[in-house]
């Protein structure tokens, strides 16, 4: 029971985020479409983890610079939007795998494959 609970509630973190992360006026945060992956919180609500993927991103440093200044006002955020006993603590992590993604079916579609005349 308390598993289905703790996914919900990482569901509504993510879902809130992703709102919250395009309001953020920080040109650090800006750099590209911004993408809530995944958000995994501990079972005691004190700290949830959050992988962001940044299609088009130009500095990866700057970025978890803005971040960092900017979770307090995003937790302040997701508190006052979420009804918790604890607003966890925010910890942010870069999933690469979109971009990986993409650069992989680039490569596939600039490889020159000649199809048998046969079929």
């Known amino acids: 029971m308390a598993s289905n609970k703790l996914a919900r509630t990482n569901d509504d973190i993510q879902r809130v985020l992703s709102e919250l992360l395009r309001n953020i006026k920080d040109p650090r945060i800006q750099q590209g479409m911004i993408s809530v992956t995944r958000v995994e919180t501990t079972g005691d609500l004190r700290y949830s983890k959050v992988w962001l993927s940044v299609l088009g991103m130009r ?20 508190g ?31 490889l020159d494959i000649r199809h048998d005349e046969d079929e």
């Not at 500095?59 to 997701?78: C, P, Q, Y």
């Not at 999933?95 to 650069?103: L, N, P, R, T, V």
């Open 80 to 110: 006052s939007s979420l009804k918790l006993r604890y607003t966890p603590e925010l910890v942010f992590e870069i999933d690469h795998s979109i971009e990986y993604g993409a650069k992989i079916s680039r490569m596939l579609n600039d």
């Open 59 to 78: 500095d990866e440093k700057e970025f978890k610079k803005g971040l960092r200044s900017a979770s307090g006002w995003l937790r302040k955020e997701l």
